[in-house]
């Protein structure tokens, strides 16, 4: 299935309880800010923070970065509060976290249409559990209303009794498995976040990886992982180069009855035409959000 191509290479969470981390969220190169109402938040803030959110998105400044509120579970005191305010806030989508079923997604949706919600508002999951995980297939396809599959990482090793090894090695069948979901149905799908902020080369193996794996970016805890992960996930200069030159000589040999081309050596097809387009239309969807950066 096709998705629209939006930049989600860096998706900062941010805590909701901190009025100045919102505030400077607004001058961050990030693509998109989690506005976080479960693990950033403590239990005797969880309301002040869900005010806070409001406040901050109602004020506006953001530009172009995707805003995405992630809500308290439904079986907490808060939940049913989050998905209210969240409904009418003017973000572009929830996080739900903990997503275990398809029903999980559609009660979510369910209350959210019920609290005034536009058809425009998406709904995100958090994948961080095993049962998650096995359920990944029935989860991307739970509604129409979904955009994006985010792996929780730091939860899942920790239900499976995994290591946090560079090579993410205990990791990679749930990876995988999200990453097969979200492509059947034409989703989004992030990477976890890399806790260790001292470790630069860590962070940029995982970020490495995570792009040669199929993920649209990665998640966030630091602002000063954010420039190293763009770089990343962003198409370079040559890429582009590279992408216009296959385009433009596929268009070519099409115009002359060929289906196939020789570009530097190498036989294209209209599957490498296809990605070629995604990456321009990439390049030039970033450049737009640049662009409009400060709002």
């Not at 998905?83 to 559609?106: N, Q």
């Not at 196939?260 to 450049?287: F, M, Q, T």
Request: aromatic fraction near 4%.
């Amino acid at each position: 299935m096709a998705m629209t191509v939006r930049p989600r290479r860096s998706v900062l969470y941010m805590p909701g309880s901190n009025a100045r981390a919102l505030d400077k969220g607004r001058s961050l190169p990030a693509d998109g800010l989690i506005l976080d109402l479960e693990d950033a938040v403590a239990p005797d803030a969880k309301a002040q923070a869900r005010d806070t959110i409001a406040q901050a998105i109602a004020a506006g400044g953001y530009g172009g970065r995707e805003l995405v509120i992630r809500t308290n579970g439904l079986n907490t005191p808060w939940g049913y509060d989050d998905l209210r305010m969240a409904a009418t806030s003017g973000a572009d989508a929830v996080l739900l976290p903990k997503v275990e079923s398809a029903d999980a997604v559609r009660q979510a949706e369910s209350l959210l249409r019920a609290a005034g919600a536009p058809d425009s508002l998406r709904l995100w999951c958090m994948m961080e559990t095993p049962l998650g995980m096995l359920n990944a297939k029935e989860i991307a396809g739970a509604s129409p209303t979904l955009g994006a599959l985010v792996l929780g990482t730091s939860d899942l090793a920790k239900d499976l009794h995994a290591a946090h090894t560079r090579d993410r090695l205990p990791m990679l069948t749930s990876l995988g498995l999200c990453l097969l979901a979200a492509r059947a149905y034409g989703l989004a799908v992030l990477d976890g976040v890399h806790l260790d902020l001292n470790d630069e080369e860590g962070f940029a193996q995982s970020c490495r990886q995570g792009r040669e794996l199929g993920f649209d970016g990665k998640t966030l805890i630091h602002p000063k992982t954010i420039a190293a992960c763009n770089a990343v996930f962003g198409p370079d200069a040559e890429e582009i180069a590279q992408a216009h030159r296959l385009i433009a000589a596929h268009a070519e040999a099409a115009a002359q009855g060929k289906g196939v081309v020789l570009v530097d050596g190498k036989l294209v097809e209209n599957l490498h035409v296809e990605n070629a387009r995604r990456l321009v239309a990439l390049s030039d969807a970033i450049a737009a959000l640049e662009g409009n950066a400060q709002g």
